[in-house]
């Protein structure tokens, strides 16, 4: 056991070196650049994070977000998984196509589309739903269309992730739960669900990340605007780091997410992920 | 166990962070040669974008036949992300061109930021302080050099549509003052429904040029100045305006071209760039436009601003000092040209004796035979020179949030303005003005 | 109820499409035709001025080209990359293993935009600005597609792997052999999403690239975007352009998810 033991020690290096060689090559200095510029004079940058009030709206947007967004995203993206999943459904491809199509759609595409669409005067979505708001400066608003819009670009993009851990699941396991009389509700509950939850966990960290680094929707959209009202804190960090060029607080506000993004990630293997290996 | 081995890693890298040079390059700001030598050589690289890097492409060619053995490389980086590419390039002391052009706004910012980033031309370059925008100038400047040569001026006047103007029966040329464009803004949308002028509340632009124009930037004698009597005057005409409701609000650059189009707004206070805008865009609209001087705050106050415009810096990077800024002084200081850019390209000069070139008396048939380029012309020298420091962005992320709050959630101007010239004097560890 | 499931998928694909078609709407009109209001809804007829004009402002067809050669080499060697990090990681324990995992979460933490400086200052001293290595190189561990690639072999069933090495099978023939073509549903999302992720990235080769012979096609679009006039019509149009080989992949690896179907019967 012990040389067979130590044969597949060695093998596990091969098959995670040249990754691991990358990372430490190309990412060992600028992470530890970063975290270095912001201990740029002692703990003060991280000091000033406490009592930054954009800073701390940033996180009160990227929480909102994370409550309200990525549950409705992800289950969205599940819904849409498991109905592209069904043997019975026509055009099946077809629809892969039509919800991937956001994801794929380039930023500068998408920031002029929303613009149009969310016009205030003579926008398709106020036409539609018969209103004048002023989507993108009204703080509440402005909140509600980045979310939207967040949803529209990536909720398609997860249901394809989620489809293939779907796919992964065999037929079997599906007539099974047929023959024991489930219905398709019961089925998705009993067998599909903890089936897929290597796949869901996979994709609400994912989602977790993003968020908390959200940064190309409301730097295209709203600029983080009105007031701080959709500024998230990777757009802040940019404002501090590239506007600002104070880049010693910029790293700092880096760091202080990435403790954030750890510990939510941390909580969501916790409870989601009882891993079997 | 798991942990004392990431705690490792980490100490590995920080270390390893440490061990290398980096971060800024902490040497004194180089200063540029006052004696050039009798030839030039070598070749050097330029940064622009937009019309600015046609310019330079077009007119590349004839500095290299003028002085056999130089080449000139022109690089169109794109104008948005720009400032990142030119940031990261300042920030790491590697990557950058000879020249680079740079936006008046963000000049002092890198010159106060990245010290020994920009070279200091003040030796070669003092000589021609009389010959340009004075406004331009000082932009330029910080109290440590001049870290660029200016190129375009943008002056600012008000556009108005002659045919609401018609039909609501107002003179233009009466307008004086914001207080008579007030009143005749008010005539007009009751003739034509239309509002007085196209404005994105969630920026602080328009309050900015409004302040120029009162002779005042963010900062006075580097003291925080944003709650200034000048600062307040001028969000409280905006805000009259608005509670007039006499502003059409439209986000972005798209939003005000389109509202332009569309003829949703009867001016516009903007500079002399937007009419290359208006011809490029809206060529259906030709006839429709004509130019007056910026209203002024009290009759014989200034009547104009400025809004944009941009300059060239050499970078410490260069290996080349002398050839680049033999061609920023070939395209720059000279009226020949100046004026070419300003036929070709519409770069409207910074320079002043091209100012007096005749191209400046033609009449414009979009603007239904007015001169208007004389009138601009006639502006440059009289746009109020205004400090800039490298604080002016972060103050301008406060101002943004002030402004939104006076102009969309209807706070008082004078409220919001102490507000921000606080945090301002708390970010920026400055004093008050006041 | 299957009325009602079909009623949502149509919807859902509707509300999917609309901005995607009103983008190529775009692609059709001249820029100021798309200022009017209520904006074109049908296409227009400029759509061939359009493509000329996008040919000669940005050379569209040699950066279309830089762009699928460069993302096509950096797809292939990070798809790679990723899945034998993710089969390491998966199943084996080795010394550092969980340091490792740590690592590639962090990576996948932290903002990529204060790294930008710091590699930027590598990349400058090695002499590579302005290459296409610096666009590939630096990021071809990619943890999303590691972490990814772990989650897919977490579950692949062990008496599979130890039946190919009883059968006298070494570990890297046992992965190609055995494991790759059972996971060909995730290797086709990971292909897609790597693929993706190199096609659309911006900032990167915005700061790397300066020759305007090695621009990618975002880089090469932003150019559309000047101080005082904006190239809507052309932005649209090299938008929609650039979403073609996009969707190519789309189409050519989303058969692996059928087939990962079929892929199902190796689980007990």
Redesign the interface.
Same mark, same amino acid.
């Given at each position: 056991m012990t040389s067979y033991g130590l044969r597949r020690r060695l093998a596990g290096w091969v098959f995670a070196g040249p990754a691991t060689a990358l990372l430490a090559l190309f990412f060992a200095y600028p992470l530890g650049a970063s975290l270095l510029q912001s201990l740029e004079g002692g703990f003060g940058n991280y000091a000033r994070l406490a009592g930054d009030p954009s800073f701390l709206q940033s996180l009160v947007n990227a929480a909102l977000i994370l409550v309200v967004q990525v549950p409705i995203m992800i289950g969205l993206a599940t819904v849409l998984a498991y109905t592209l999943n069904q043997s019975w459904l026509r055009f099946r491809a077809t629809l892969r196509v039509a919800y991937f199509l956001p994801a794929v759609t380039t930023l500068v595409a998408y920031a002029v589309v929303f613009r149009v669409l969310l016009r205030t005067e003579g926008g398709a979505v106020n036409q539609v739903l018969g209103v004048e708001i002023d989507w993108l400066n009204d703080p509440a608003w402005a909140r509600v269309a980045l979310i939207a819009s967040l949803t529209w670009r990536w909720a398609g993009y997860n249901a394809v992730i989620l489809l293939a851990g779907l796919q992964a699941i065999g037929r079997e396991q599906y007539e099974a739960a047929a023959i024991d009389g489930a219905g398709s509700l019961t089925t998705f509950r009993r067998v599909i669900l903890p089936q897929l939850r290597p796949v869901v966990l996979f994709c609400s960290i994912t989602s977790t990340i993003g968020t908390l680094q959200l940064f190309d929707e409301p730097l295209v959209l709203t600029g983080g605007g009105p007031g701080d009202a959709t500024l998230t804190p990777i757009l802040y960090l940019y404002q501090v780091g590239f506007k600002r060029f104070e880049f010693g607080y910029a790293a700092a506000i880096a760091w202080a997410v990435v403790a954030l993004i750890g510990a939510l990630s941390w909580v969501q293997f916790r409870y989601f992920g009882k891993e079997r290996s | 166990m798991r942990r004392i081995h990431a705690l490792t890693l980490l100490a590995l890298a920080t270390l390893t962070a440490s061990c290398a040079t980096g971060g800024t390059p902490a040497k004194p700001a180089p200063t540029i040669a006052a004696s050039s030598p009798a030839k030039l050589t070598g070749s050097i690289e330029i940064w622009s974008w937009d019309v600015a890097a046609k310019a330079l492409q077009r007119l590349a060619p004839e500095f290299e036949k003028a002085h056999p053995g130089v080449t000139v490389k022109v690089t169109d980086i794109g104008y948005d992300n720009a400032y990142d590419k030119i940031t990261v390039g300042l920030k790491s002391g590697a990557g950058l061109p000879d020249l680079i052009t740079l936006e008046d706004t963000v000049i002092p910012g890198y010159a106060e930021n990245f010290p020994g980033g920009l070279v200091d031309l003040t030796p070669v370059a003092a000589k021609y302080k009389a010959d340009f925008d004075p406004a331009k100038w000082q932009a330029s400047s910080t109290d440590k050099g001049l870290w660029a040569l200016p190129w375009d001026s943008a002056p600012v006047g008000l556009y108005y549509r002659r045919d609401y103007f018609t039909k609501a029966g107002v003179d233009p040329e009466s307008i004086a003052t914001w207080q008579d464009l007030v009143q005749a803004g008010e005539k007009v949308k009751q003739a034509t429904g239309k509002r007085l002028f196209v404005a994105d509340l969630s920026t602080a632009s328009g309050f900015t040029t409004l302040l120029q124009q009162l002779g005042q930037g963010y900062f006075v004698q580097g003291k925080v100045a944003v709650n200034s009597a000048a600062a307040i005057k001028a969000l409280t005409l905006l805000k009259t305006l608005k509670d007039k409701d006499l502003l059409q609000n439209e986000k972005g650059w798209d939003g005000r071209v389109t509202a332009t189009k569309e003829g949703k707004a009867a001016t516009q206070p903007t500079a002399a760039w937007w009419s290359g805008t208006l011809t490029g865009e809206m060529p259906d609209l030709s006839g429709k436009f004509g130019v007056i001087p910026l209203p002024a705050f009290e009759p014989g106050g200034s009547r104009t601003s400025a809004n944009g415009g941009s300059a060239l810096s050499i970078t410490a990077q260069t290996k080349n000092q002398d050839t680049a800024w033999a061609f920023a002084e070939w395209l720059l200081a000279g009226k020949e040209r100046q004026v070419s850019m300003m036929r070709t390209e519409a770069l409207f000069p910074a320079f002043l004796p091209a100012l007096t070139d005749p191209y400046f008396d033609e009449p414009q048939p979009y603007f239904a035979g007015q001169k208007v380029n004389r009138l601009f012309a006639d502006q440059v020298k009289a746009i109020p020179p205004v400090e800039l420091t490298g604080d002016d962005k972060q103050a301008e992320e406060f101002l943004k949030k002030a402004v939104s709050a006076c102009l969309l959630n209807g706070k008082d101007p004078k409220a919001v303005l102490d507000e921000a010239a606080k945090q301002i004097a708390a970010a920026t560890e400055r004093d008050l003005a006041s | 109820?299957?009325v009602f499931? $079909?009623l949502?998928?149509a919807l859902?694909?509707l509300? @999917?499409?609309v901005?995607?078609y $009103?983008?190529i709407v775009?692609a059709t009109h001249s820029?100021?035709e798309?200022? @009017? @209001?209520?904006?074109p809804f049908l296409p227009g007829d400029d759509l061939w001025r359009n493509i000329v004009a996008l040919e000669e402002s940005v050379r569209f067809a040699r950066v279309m080209a830089t762009s699928v050669w460069t993302a096509l080499v950096y797809t292939v060697l990070s798809a790679l990359? @990723?899945a034998?990090?993710g089969?390491?990681?998966?199943?084996?324990?080795?010394?550092?293993?969980?340091?490792?995992l740590?690592?590639?979460?962090?990576?996948?933490?932290?903002?990529?935009?204060?790294?930008? #400086?710091?590699?930027?200052?590598?990349m400058?001293?090695v002499g590579w600005?302005d290459t296409y290595q610096s666009i590939i190189?630096?990021?071809?561990?990619n943890?999303?597609g590691?972490?990814?690639m772990r989650?897919?072999f977490?579950?692949f069933p062990d008496e599979l792997l130890e039946s190919g090495r009883l059968d006298g099978a070494g570990?890297?023939r046992v992965?190609y052999r055995i494991v790759l073509p059972c996971?060909r549903?995730?290797l086709?999302?990971l292909v897609?999403?790597t693929f993706?992720s190199q096609w659309?990235s911006?900032?990167w080769p915005?700061?790397m690239l300066?020759?305007?012979e090695r621009y990618t #096609?975002?880089?090469a679009?932003?150019?559309l975007?000047?101080?005082?006039?904006?190239d809507?019509a052309g932005?649209?149009l090299?938008?929609?352009l650039?979403?073609l080989p996009?969707?190519l992949v789309?189409?050519l690896f989303?058969r692996q998810? #059928?087939a990962?179907?079929l892929?199902?019967?190796v689980?007990g």
């Amino acid at each position: 056991m012990t040389s067979y033991g130590l044969r597949r020690r060695l093998a596990g290096w091969v098959f995670a070196g040249p990754a691991t060689a990358l990372l430490a090559l190309f990412f060992a200095y600028p992470l530890g650049a970063s975290l270095l510029q912001s201990l740029e004079g002692g703990f003060g940058n991280y000091a000033r994070l406490a009592g930054d009030p954009s800073f701390l709206q940033s996180l009160v947007n990227a929480a909102l977000i994370l409550v309200v967004q990525v549950p409705i995203m992800i289950g969205l993206a599940t819904v849409l998984a498991y109905t592209l999943n069904q043997s019975w459904l026509r055009f099946r491809a077809t629809l892969r196509v039509a919800y991937f199509l956001p994801a794929v759609t380039t930023l500068v595409a998408y920031a002029v589309v929303f613009r149009v669409l969310l016009r205030t005067e003579g926008g398709a979505v106020n036409q539609v739903l018969g209103v004048e708001i002023d989507w993108l400066n009204d703080p509440a608003w402005a909140r509600v269309a980045l979310i939207a819009s967040l949803t529209w670009r990536w909720a398609g993009y997860n249901a394809v992730i989620l489809l293939a851990g779907l796919q992964a699941i065999g037929r079997e396991q599906y007539e099974a739960a047929a023959i024991d009389g489930a219905g398709s509700l019961t089925t998705f509950r009993r067998v599909i669900l903890p089936q897929l939850r290597p796949v869901v966990l996979f994709c609400s960290i994912t989602s977790t990340i993003g968020t908390l680094q959200l940064f190309d929707e409301p730097l295209v959209l709203t600029g983080g605007g009105p007031g701080d009202a959709t500024l998230t804190p990777i757009l802040y960090l940019y404002q501090v780091g590239f506007k600002r060029f104070e880049f010693g607080y910029a790293a700092a506000i880096a760091w202080a997410v990435v403790a954030l993004i750890g510990a939510l990630s941390w909580v969501q293997f916790r409870y989601f992920g009882k891993e079997r290996s | 166990m798991r942990r004392i081995h990431a705690l490792t890693l980490l100490a590995l890298a920080t270390l390893t962070a440490s061990c290398a040079t980096g971060g800024t390059p902490a040497k004194p700001a180089p200063t540029i040669a006052a004696s050039s030598p009798a030839k030039l050589t070598g070749s050097i690289e330029i940064w622009s974008w937009d019309v600015a890097a046609k310019a330079l492409q077009r007119l590349a060619p004839e500095f290299e036949k003028a002085h056999p053995g130089v080449t000139v490389k022109v690089t169109d980086i794109g104008y948005d992300n720009a400032y990142d590419k030119i940031t990261v390039g300042l920030k790491s002391g590697a990557g950058l061109p000879d020249l680079i052009t740079l936006e008046d706004t963000v000049i002092p910012g890198y010159a106060e930021n990245f010290p020994g980033g920009l070279v200091d031309l003040t030796p070669v370059a003092a000589k021609y302080k009389a010959d340009f925008d004075p406004a331009k100038w000082q932009a330029s400047s910080t109290d440590k050099g001049l870290w660029a040569l200016p190129w375009d001026s943008a002056p600012v006047g008000l556009y108005y549509r002659r045919d609401y103007f018609t039909k609501a029966g107002v003179d233009p040329e009466s307008i004086a003052t914001w207080q008579d464009l007030v009143q005749a803004g008010e005539k007009v949308k009751q003739a034509t429904g239309k509002r007085l002028f196209v404005a994105d509340l969630s920026t602080a632009s328009g309050f900015t040029t409004l302040l120029q124009q009162l002779g005042q930037g963010y900062f006075v004698q580097g003291k925080v100045a944003v709650n200034s009597a000048a600062a307040i005057k001028a969000l409280t005409l905006l805000k009259t305006l608005k509670d007039k409701d006499l502003l059409q609000n439209e986000k972005g650059w798209d939003g005000r071209v389109t509202a332009t189009k569309e003829g949703k707004a009867a001016t516009q206070p903007t500079a002399a760039w937007w009419s290359g805008t208006l011809t490029g865009e809206m060529p259906d609209l030709s006839g429709k436009f004509g130019v007056i001087p910026l209203p002024a705050f009290e009759p014989g106050g200034s009547r104009t601003s400025a809004n944009g415009g941009s300059a060239l810096s050499i970078t410490a990077q260069t290996k080349n000092q002398d050839t680049a800024w033999a061609f920023a002084e070939w395209l720059l200081a000279g009226k020949e040209r100046q004026v070419s850019m300003m036929r070709t390209e519409a770069l409207f000069p910074a320079f002043l004796p091209a100012l007096t070139d005749p191209y400046f008396d033609e009449p414009q048939p979009y603007f239904a035979g007015q001169k208007v380029n004389r009138l601009f012309a006639d502006q440059v020298k009289a746009i109020p020179p205004v400090e800039l420091t490298g604080d002016d962005k972060q103050a301008e992320e406060f101002l943004k949030k002030a402004v939104s709050a006076c102009l969309l959630n209807g706070k008082d101007p004078k409220a919001v303005l102490d507000e921000a010239a606080k945090q301002i004097a708390a970010a920026t560890e400055r004093d008050l003005a006041s | 109820m299957r009325v009602f499931v $079909w009623l949502f998928a149509a919807l859902g694909a509707l509300v @999917s499409v609309v901005p995607f078609y $009103w983008m190529i709407v775009a692609a059709t009109h001249s820029s100021s035709e798309l200022f @009017s @209001s209520p904006p074109p809804f049908l296409p227009g007829d400029d759509l061939w001025r359009n493509i000329v004009a996008l040919e000669e402002s940005v050379r569209f067809a040699r950066v279309m080209a830089t762009s699928v050669w460069t993302a096509l080499v950096y797809t292939v060697l990070s798809a790679l990359v @990723s899945a034998m990090c993710g089969y390491g990681l998966a199943k084996y324990r080795f010394r550092g293993r969980g340091v490792l995992l740590a690592v590639v979460l962090a990576t996948m933490m932290v903002p990529f935009q204060v790294l930008l #400086v710091p590699l930027f200052q590598m990349m400058a001293s090695v002499g590579w600005v302005d290459t296409y290595q610096s666009i590939i190189i630096p990021f071809l561990a990619n943890s999303f597609g590691i972490f990814l690639m772990r989650q897919a072999f977490l579950d692949f069933p062990d008496e599979l792997l130890e039946s190919g090495r009883l059968d006298g099978a070494g570990d890297l023939r046992v992965f190609y052999r055995i494991v790759l073509p059972c996971v060909r549903p995730q290797l086709g999302a990971l292909v897609i999403f790597t693929f993706m992720s190199q096609w659309n990235s911006f900032i990167w080769p915005l700061l790397m690239l300066n020759s305007e012979e090695r621009y990618t #096609v975002p880089v090469a679009l932003n150019h559309l975007i000047g101080v005082s006039h904006v190239d809507y019509a052309g932005l649209m149009l090299g938008a929609f352009l650039a979403t073609l080989p996009l969707m190519l992949v789309f189409l050519l690896f989303q058969r692996q998810f #059928v087939a990962g179907l079929l892929g199902g019967a190796v689980k007990g």
